[in-house]
C-alpha cells in the first residue's frame, strides 16, 4: 500500500496503454478481469495525487472534468460530521473550494459538468426523509436550484447531462417494484428547464451511472447483476457490454472519441481497480495496478489523455483517507506549476499559479516595467536563518530586466495557510531578497521602491493565505520567514489570587493579564476561564481553579493556575453563643442552641460528613484535651432554618458529665471551613 508520500509523488508506472483511448475491460470469472494486448499504442503510465489530502477528517469521492479541461468537480465528506458538499479545484489540484452548502443532515453527490461548463448537477440526499433530488448550481458556486421534488422514499441520484445540455440523465428507484423484486432502479430523464421527468429504460434489475453516448442517442449504465450496458433510449433493448464474473463492474466512463470506457472492478478480494477496454468490452487492462487499493469512479479528461479517479492512501498504519487521483501518460496529468519563463513586454505580468495548496505552496507573479526575459522557479530554501528570524521552507528565484525605483518590478507572493507557521499571517510574515530583510515602503511613495526594495501590500484572504506585494528595481531571491521566538508568554493573574475564599454568589471580577517578551513574535492568545474583568464562578461552594492559559505567535506556550474556595457567607454565631475568644457559659445537659447565618437558605445538607464535633479544652489555656466526639442532637434532627430571621439553629444535647470541664465545638460546613465557639460547663 502506498504510503501519502509515495502517491503524491508522480509515480511512473510501466503498462502498455494510451489513456486516449481507455476501455472499459471484461470481468472473467476469477478475481480480476483477464487481460489481453492492447489494440492501441501503449506506453508507461504516471499518476499524480491532485487533493492530496493529509488527513483522515476529509474524503474525496466521484470526480468530474469541465469541459474545457480546466476544472474537476468532486465530493468532499468529512468524516466526523459525515457531511458532503461538492467542490471543485483547477486541473492542477490548486484552488479547491466548495460550491454547495447543503443544510443540516443533507449530503450532496455526484457532480457532474454541463456541456457548456457554467452549470454543476448533483444529487443532495435528505437521509431523514429518506428522499434524493437532482440540484443545480452555477460553476462559481453562487446559486443552487432544486430540479426535481422527490416523494418521501423517491430517489433521483447520478445525474448526467446530455451532450447538448437540455436533459440529465438520472438512476431513480421504482417506489412500488413489480412482484418479485424487492426494489429497482430504472433511468428516467429530466428536462433541464422545466424539471419534468421522463422514462428512459425500465427493465429487471437495479440499473446505475447512466452515461450518455455522445450523440445522446443511448445511454450506459451498470447493474449488479449483469454488469455494464447500453440502451437506446427511450424504450431500447440494452446490449450487454461488459458482463459480471468474480466481482463487480460499475461506474462506467465513455471516451470523448466515443470508442472506449472506463469502469471499475472490485474483485472478490474487496479491492477495486480502474480498467479501460475498446466500447465493445474487449482490449481492457488495468490503468491503476498500483499498491494503493480501491480505486474507483473513473472519469475521462476531456481530451481523452488522461483519467482522474477517487483513491485509497494509507495516512496512518490502520487508517487512511480518499484523494483525487489524475492518471495518464508522462506529462499528461497537470501538477503544481512551480515554474514560469516568458520573454515578456513592457508591462506583462508572468506567473506560476495564483492559488496554492498544501502540495504548492507558493505562488508568484511578476510584473516588469521593462521588456526582457523573465523567469521564476519555485524550491526550497538554500540559505541560513537570518538573526531573530526562522525561515519557512519556500524560495522564489527570480530574474527578470532590471526596473528602477521610481519605476520598479512588481512582484506578488501568495503563500498557502499550511505554510504559516501557528500564529503567523501577511501581517507579521518577514520578506528578505537575498537573505537581507526587506523593509516597508514609506508612505506618500506612490508606486516606487522607497525604499528600494520594499513591501508595499500585505493581504490575509478568506482561506487564511497570506499575499505579500513588494516593489524592487532588480529581482533574486527571495524567502520568508517568522520571527524566532523560544520564550514562553508571562501570565499575571491578579483576580482570583491564590488560596482566596470567596462569599457563595459573591460577584468577582477576573483580573489578569498575558505579556510577550520585548521584540519577540508577539502574542498570539491569552483566555483565561473567563474572559479578563467578567465574574469568576461563584455558583456554589468548594475548591475551584481558574487557569489562564497563553501563546505566542512562535507556539510557545504558559499556563498559570490559582486555587480558590467558594464557602458560605457565615456571618458568625448568635445570641446565646458568642464567637471565640468568648467562652460561653452553659449547664451541663442543657440543650444549647447553636444559631447562624449563611446568608439566605441554603438547605438542610450544608454541614459536612461527621459535623458538628465537640472536644474538651483547657479552660485556661484553650488548649485541645483529647480527640473529636460526635454532637447529640436534641429531637430528631437537631437542624433547623428558619426564614423570617435567616437563621439556622443546631440544638445540641449537653452531657451532664461535662461538670466543670470546657469543650470547643466544631461546625464543619460543606465548603470546607470550620467554624468554633468555647464553652464552659457549670452549676
Sequence with gaps: MFAESEVSKSARVGFSVALAVVVVGLVAATAAPAQSEP???????EVTNLTNTPSLEAQEFTPSWSPDGEWIAYVRRSRSTDSRSVWVMRSDGTDQHRVSSPPGFLADQYPDFSPDGSEIAFTRFDEGAPSADVWVVDAEGTTEE???????????????????????????????????????????????????????????????????????????????????????VPGGTPTSLIEEGGGIVDDPSISPDGGHLAYEFYGDDNDSD????????????????????????????????????????????????RDIFCVGEPGTCPGPKTAA?????????????????????????????????????????????????????????????????????????????????????????????????????????????????????????????????????AASAWNFGAPSDSAAPEITVTTPAEGAAYALGQQVAADYSCEDEEGGSGLASCAGGVPDGQPIDTASVGAKNFTVEAADNAGNTASVTHSYSVVYDFAGFFAPVDNPPALNKFKP???????????????????????????????????????????????????????????????????????????????????????????????
Aim: hydrophobic share 35%; aromatic share 8%.
Design 146 to 232: 432544486q430540479l426535481t421534488s422527490a416523494a418521501a422514499g423517491r430517489q433521483y441520484r447520478e445525474p448526467a447531462w446530455s451532450p447538448d445540455g437540455t436533459e440529465l440523465a438520472v438512476a431513480s428507484n421504482v417506489l412500488s417494484p413489480p412482484p418479485g423484486e424487492d426494489r429497482r432502479f430504472d433511468l428516467l430523464t429530466i428536462d433541464r428547464e422545466t424539471g419534468s421527468v421522463s422514462t428512459a429504460y425500465q427493465g429487471p434489475n437495479d440499473k446505475f451511472g447512466p452515461e450518455w453516448s455522445l450523440d445522446g442517442t443511448a445511454l450506459f449504465f451498470y447493474d449488479f447483476e449483469t454488469g455494464i450496458s447500453s440502451v437506446p
Design 39 to 45: 489494440s492501441f499504442p501503449g506506453g508507461p503510465l
Design 341 to 473: 519563463t516568458q520573454d515578456a513586454a513592457a508591462g506583462d505580468t508572468v506567473s506560476t499559479n495564483t492559488a496554492t495548496s498544501a502540495e504548492d505552496a507558493v505562488g508568484a507573479s511578476v510584473t516588469t516595467p521593462n521588456a526582457g526575459a523573465v523567469t521564476i522557479n519555485e524550491g526550497g530554501t538554500t540559505g541560513y536563518d537570518p538573526t531573530g528570524y526562522s525561515l519557512l521552507d519556500q524560495q522564489v528565484n527570480i530574474t527578470a530586466p532590471d526596473g528602477t525605483a521610481a519605476d520598479p518590478l512588481l512582484l506578488t507572493f501568495r503563500l498557502d495557510s499550511s505554510a504559516l507557521p501557528s500564529g503567523t499571517d501577511a501581517a507579521t510574515l518577514a520578506v528578505f531578497r537575498n537573505g537581507s530583510l526587506v523593509e516597508e515602503c514609506y508612505p506618500g511613495g506612490g508606486g516606487s521602491a522607497d525604499p528600494d526594495p520594499c513591501v508595499a501590500g500585505r493581504a490575509n484572504e478568506v482561506d487564511g493565505d497570506a499575499v505579500i506585494t513588494v516593489r524592487t528595481s
Design 589 to 683: 445537659g442543657e440543650t444549647v442552641p447553636v444559631r447562624f447565618s449563611l446568608g439566605g437558605n441554603r438547605g438542610l445538607g450544608i454541614l459536612a460528613a461527621g459535623s458538628p464535633t465537640s472536644h474538651r479544652i483547657d479552660c485556661l489555656t484553650g488548649a485541645r484535651i483529647g480527640s473529636d466526639a460526635p454532637t447529640t442532637p436534641a429531637g430528631a434532627f437537631g437542624l433547623s432554618y428558619q426564614a423570617t430571621k435567616d437563621r439556622y439553629t443546631y440544638s445540641w444535647q449537653t452531657a451532664k458529665g461535662w461538670l466543670n470541664t470546657c469543650r470547643q465545638f466544631s461546625l464543619g460546613l460543606r465548603d470546607g471551613s470550620e467554624r468554633l465557639a468555647n464553652l464552659s460547663f457549670k452549676r
Design 274 to 321: 480502474v480498467f479501460v477496454a475498446d466500447s465493445d468490452g474487449t482490449d481492457r487492462v488495468d490503468v491503476t495496478p498500483f499498491e494503493v487499493t480501491r480505486e474507483f469512479q473513473p472519469d475521462f479528461a476531456p481530451d481523452g489523455d488522461g483519467l482522474v479517479y477517487s483513491g485509497f492512501v494509507a495516512i496512518s498504519p490502520d487508517d487512511g483517507g
